[in-house]
């Protein structure tokens, strides 16, 4: 800054400035490398030496591999050896299983991938919107737009967005001007989701005739809903990273402190007045209804760019009585 | 007999009914009633600050304000009723006992092409805004489905806020005050007939008429370029407003050497001071100032850079004489005669659309600087203070550019008594009250631009910079 020449005010002969486009209202797109690698904490424990673990899956699935590869070889030199036509054949189908195999497993890759990157980007907003200093987010807002309009609903508002955002908001005010327009109605469409949910495991759970069918439904419909409010918030996660997504969620749910609210929402809601006016069965089911409940405000936790103004958390209490609500009500009397 | 009783229940049913639905109807009404807010909101500033500009852009935003959408200009995203999308309309009206604020004669002007800034206004003169919006808390929710908050929103001269100190002071203090002043610095340049008038002169009307215009002359000319000076006693001989007894304002300062003779141009001088500060500026501040629950300053902050340290000074010097109206030490006279309910002060620096958006922050600070004492204090006002800077009318854009091999962010738009768009760097702002180096270094030079051409499109919105966070200061709260 030092070596720098001071510019005088005033106004600038023609053609001496060259444009940066669009440079104030929003930047290119940096998703860069050293971001992620500043934001992503990491969740393990501490490295110990050689990591046995790893090492034996990773020679497990070698082995496996290896076993693949070297049987279909002398599987398809067999069939060569029948006739040139069923060989060819042979390897064809062994081809194409094996660019399935590699596709699949390069796409959960980059989908992991993506996972990581939205969740450094989640993890630079928990920082940003914390520190007190004004801060040089220009770069980030564009991040955040480009993740959230990945998601369906996302995209209209994070246009909506990019309107509202004018040249004299500074970065503080543009992150309020996306925590206003684009995520407030998203954390709408997920309370949505986490409402349709709780109510399906409920009463899934309640109805279900066999003990072990009714785990299976919560679970089923526990992922659905998952993943739901993943894609509301931009990440469209897929088999592999979603699995990634609950474990991240599990292993925060473990070190959080709402842990404890569960215990407070059964007992407001399944104490005295409503346990004793339903029956065991529909108990379990507003039981189910409620872990799901909790198990969708983890996962918006988990999938919200930025954290809730203090103001403007989801209330669990709030959220599964009103879906829950008119299943105790309608459940009510005929156990009477 | 079954089937009588069967209609007498059911008349009395339907009687019930209505009973009940004529109930609910008043009960939501009174609800309504109760839950329905009206206020005063007082914008003021010295003249130069923006005061019309600031008004008309106001109200036409609001005006608008439920129907713009995000991206359009006007519309008002830190605004929390337009913000959570709660509020359903607005409407304007103007206030029974007050002059109109010519608000459509002003927004045509705007409006214009090419646009023109309004004229300026002199007096007081007032509009009221009524927002109807959904309540979102949890008893207005459930008492009514939507109700109203009136605002009435009173322009009037800063310059009066000048003449509260008056009250505290004889007319030989406030003479020889002024006198003192008038022999410093620029003020000292500008010749007067009055400073020759001899004080044991015979009074007349016509001597005291004429000395009165002169001494007006001399603060018109105190007050325009090259002085560009602000602190100005009395302010209503540059502001008269309507319906004010022009006689009370003949008189002017003298050099008094003891009590002045009887039959003398002086005696009857401060016969009129004394005239002067009750029948005009007391009377302002019983009746109008201390209804005001909401005060909005506008501060030409840039314009007093523009003009240079003596003409700075002189406006930090006014503005500590407005806060003196503001202010609610317990020990003065004036604080216990002038409780006003003002229960929030927004001091906002106007024409931010000068600097880039970068500058906003040291704007605002600057402006803090200037209301407080050297000390860096500010006074106790009594009222939740805030600052602001805000731009009614944005007629700039910020760009980056590339430009002697460093990224700056530069102003475009048409620069006042130009044509075409050019690209400004316009310096910067100083977060701390300027120091001689800085205005040896004549850094200050801010142009004034041409507004953006609105295309008589009264449906449009007109760009603003920061008018919906002052307007969530001001107001916000009352929105429940």
Not at chain 2, 50 to 60: D, I
Not at chain 2, 201 to 208: F, G, I
Not at chain 2, 352 to 376: P, S, Y
Request: charge should be neutral.
């Amino acid at each position: 800054m030092n070596d720098t020449v001071r510019i005088k005010p005033g106004i600038l002969p023609t053609g001496a400035a060259t444009p940066i486009p669009g440079a104030v209202v929003e930047p290119e797109p940096s998703l860069p490398a050293v971001l992620q690698a500043a934001a992503v904490p990491d969740l393990g424990r501490p490295r110990r030496g050689f990591r046995w673990g790893r090492a034996l899956v990773a020679s497990a699935v070698l082995l496996i591999a290896g076993i693949g590869i070297i049987d279909a070889g002398v599987w398809i030199d067999d069939l060569f050896v029948r006739s040139t036509a069923l060989g060819v054949v042979g390897t064809a189908l062994f081809g194409a299983v094996a660019a399935a195999l590699l596709g699949f497993a390069g796409s959960e890759y980059r989908n992991l991938l993506r996972l990581r990157s939205a969740q450094g980007i989640r993890d630079q907003g928990y920082r940003l919107a914390q520190s007190a200093g004004t801060f040089e987010g220009r770069g980030f807002m564009a991040d955040l737009v480009k993740l959230t309009s990945a998601s369906p609903a996302g995209r209209a508002l994070c246009d909506d967005f990019r309107d509202a955002l004018a040249d004299t908001h500074d970065d503080r005010e543009a992150l309020q001007l996306f925590e206003r327009i684009v995520l407030r109605p998203l954390d709408e469409l997920a309370y949505g989701a986490i409402r349709r949910a709780a109510r399906d495991t409920a009463v899934g759970a309640s109805i279900s005739p066999v003990g072990g069918l009714d785990a299976a439904i919560v679970l089923w419909r526990s992922m659905r809903m998952v993943r739901e409010i993943a894609e509301i918030y931009g990440l469209r996660p897929t088999r592999l990273s979603l699995f990634a997504l609950v474990r991240r969620m599990i292993v925060t749910a473990a070190f959080s402190v709402t842990t404890d609210m569960v215990g407070d929402i059964v007992g407001a809601h399944l104490g005295g007045r409503v346990a004793g006016l339903v029956s065991g069965k529909l108990a379990e089911g507003i039981y189910a209804g409620v872990r799901t409940g909790r198990l969708g405000i983890l996962a918006i936790e988990q999938c919200r760019p930025l954290p809730f103004a203090a103001d403007d958390r989801p209330n669990l209490r709030q959220l599964v009585s009103q879906s829950l609500g008119s299943l105790i009500a309608s459940a009510a009397p005929e156990t009477r | 007999m079954s089937s009588t009783s069967d209609d007498l229940g059911q008349t009395i049913r339907t009687l019930a009914q209505r009973l009940g639905a004529s109930l609910g109807d008043a009960a939501r009404g009174l609800a309504e009633y109760a839950l329905r807010r009206r206020l005063r909101v007082a914008v003021t500033g010295l003249s130069r600050s923006g005061k019309t500009v600031f008004l008309t852009a106001l109200l036409h935003n609001l005006h608008l304000a439920a129907r713009l959408k995000e991206g359009q200009t006007g519309h008002l995203p830190f605004f929390d009723p337009v913000a959570k999308g709660t509020l359903e309309d607005v409407s304007l009206w103007p206030i029974d006992d007050l002059p109109a604020f010519p608000f459509l004669p002003n927004l045509d002007r705007l409006l214009d092409t090419p646009p023109e800034f309004p004229p300026s206004t002199t007096g007081l003169s007032g509009f009221g805004a009524a927002l109807r919006y959904r309540p979102q808390g949890f008893l207005g929710r459930q008492l009514v489905d939507s109700t109203t908050v009136e605002i009435e929103i009173v322009d009037y001269p800063g310059e009066w806020l000048l003449d509260l100190p008056l009250l505290e002071r004889t007319y030989a203090e406030w003479s020889a005050a002024t006198l003192r002043l008038a022999e410093t610095g620029a003020r000292a340049t500008l010749a007067g007939d009055w400073r020759q008038i001899d004080p044991d002169a015979p009074a007349s009307e016509d001597a005291l008429e004429q000395a009165r215009l002169s001494y007006t002359t001399w603060l018109q000319a105190c007050r325009e370029p090259p002085l560009n000076l602000s602190f100005l006693q009395p302010g209503r001989f540059l502001r008269p407003g309507g319906g004010i007894d022009l006689a009370a304002l003949r008189f002017c300062p003298l050099s008094l050497a003891g009590e002045p003779k009887r039959g003398s141009i002086a005696e009857a001088m401060r016969e009129r001071f004394e005239r002067y500060k009750a029948t005009i500026v007391r009377p302002f501040y019983e009746t109008v100032f201390s209804g005001f629950d909401r005060q909005l300053v506008l501060v030409d902050v840039i314009g007093g850079l523009n003009a240079g340290a003596e003409s700075f000074a002189d406006m930090r010097r006014a503005l500590a004489g407005v806060l003196q109206s503001f202010a609610r030490d317990d020990e003065g006279l004036l604080a216990r005669l002038f409780r006003s309910r003002t229960e929030k002060v927004l001091f906002a620096a106007t024409k931010a659309d000068h600097v880039t958006a970068n500058q906003f922050h040291n704007l605002r600070l600057l402006l803090r600087a200037m209301v407080a004492d050297d000390t860096g204090q500010l006074p106790a006002v009594g009222a939740e203070t805030d600052f602001a800077a805000l731009s009614a009318i944005k007629c700039t854009a910020n760009r980056r550019v590339l430009y002697q091999g460093q990224q700056i962010t530069v102003l475009e738009g048409v620069i006042k008594g130009r044509r075409e768009t050019e690209q400004l760097f316009p310096g910067e702002i100083p977060e701390h009250l300027p120091t001689p180096e800085d205005w040896a270094a004549d850094r200050f030079r801010f142009y004034d631009f041409v507004p953006p051409s609105l295309a008589r499109d009264r449906a449009r919105g007109i760009p603003h910079i920061h008018l919906d966070k002052a307007l969530q200061f001001l107001i916000g709260d009352l929105f429940w």
